[in-house]
């Protein structure tokens, strides 16, 4: 089905409200031990099947399936989910990896959109729950990441 360009653009503005939220609202919990137990149990069922029970991804994240797909990556200190802004890390479980959005123009990913199954709370809570087993250091460095993305709005 092909869509309309105001359909495009409505829906690239409802990703840009939802995006712009996140900052706000992962600032009052990323350290509330309550929030981020609720974010492991909501990661335990929905995300840890692919993304690993202990963050760890699946083997060889970084080379392609036969599918031309890319693994799940591991969300631990090992894995590259500390490079992005925790806006882009929302809008990525919220809605997929949407090629031209989170992901370079054509890329296919086995990644879904969680929007229709998790509130966007329990989606922060995840964020939470996974930030909360990085180490000091990467959580500085993943601190600026979401400073450069403030400062680039």
């Known amino acids: 089905m092909k869509l309309g360009r105001s359909a495009l653009v409505a829906g690239a503005a409802a990703i840009g409200v939802a995006v712009a939220a996140v900052a706000v ?24 099947s692919c ?31 500390w490079h992005h802004p925790d806006a882009v890390l929302f809008g990525i479980t919220k809605f997929g990896l949407v090629p031209g959005r989170y992901a370079p123009p054509g890329h296919e990913s086995d990644m ?9 709370d329990e989606i922060l809570a995840v964020i939470a729950y996974i930030k909360s087993t990085w180490p000091h250091e990467i959580r500085r460095a993943q601190d600026g990441a979401n400073e450069r993305a403030r400062r680039a709005r």
């Open 112 to 120: 879904p959109g969680f929007g229709g199954a998790l509130a966007d």
């Open 51 to 81: 993304h690993g029970a202990k963050l760890e991804g699946e083997p060889n994240w970084r080379e392609k399936k036969p599918t031309g797909r890319m693994p799940a990556p591991p969300h631990d200190a090992s894995g590259h989910t």
């Open 25 to 48: 609202l992962l600032a009052w919990s990323r350290d509330d031990p309550a929030r981020i137990a609720a974010g492991r149990a909501v990661y335990d069922r929905h995300c840890a």
